[in-house]
């Protein structure tokens, strides 16, 4: 009989952590902070485009991922991979590593669970930061200033989801109507 117990526990546990680690980011805006610091708003930039990046990439269907709006555009699949690109700049400063021009290739949900947890892993460690000018995005032997992140890669995949939204609208999929941009929640 404990045995069978341990098992149920074990097994539920196990089930429990399966569906957590199922569940991507920003479905939602965190709480902000009580505080305003350097950190805390640059987590908060970062917030609120992975909130933008999740609604814009939501339910997206294999027609709108092929969509391009003429032959001198990207697809809104090839957007997703460039803001996969930019999500890697973002955590690669707050980690400190060197970006590589290498990309592997991912399937949609793949890429849209790595871009949503990169920019969760950077949002976290700038949120507890005393000072972020540490976090500089290094290539090669260049060290970039991390003022560079805010009007780089932040505002580019930021502007990105503005087009993932305008895409999709045109394909007759727009992002779920009870999506709050203004408050980062869903309207019930």
């Not at 917030?47 to 814009?56: S, T």
Request: with cysteine.
């Amino acid at each position: 009989m404990k045995v069978k117990l341990i098992f149920c526990v074990c097994l539920l546990t196990q089930l429990s952590f399966s569906q957590e680690k199922n569940e991507l980011p920003y479905y939602e805006v965190p709480d902000y902070p009580e505080e305003f610091t350097a950190g805390t708003m640059a987590a908060r930039m970062v917030d609120a485009l992975g909130f933008r990046f999740y609604w814009a990439t939501e339910g997206l269907t294999e027609s709108d991922l092929a969509y391009k709006p003429n032959d001198g555009s990207r697809t809104t699949r090839e957007t997703i991979d460039h803001i996969l690109g930019l999500s890697n700049i973002i955590v690669n400063s707050t980690l400190k590593k060197q970006n590589s021009q290498d990309q592997e290739e991912l399937t949609f949900e793949e890429s849209r669970a790595r871009i949503l947890n990169n920019l969760k892993t950077a949002a976290d460690i700038l949120r507890e930061s005393d000072d972020i000018s540490e976090y500089n995005i290094i290539f090669g032997d260049n060290k970039i200033p991390f003022w560079n992140q805010v009007n780089g890669p932040i505002a580019d995949a930021i502007w990105h989801c503005g087009q993932l939204a305008i895409f999709r609208r045109t394909t007759g999929n727009p992002i779920n109507p009870k999506v709050n941009h203004f408050t980062g929640k869903i309207r019930n």
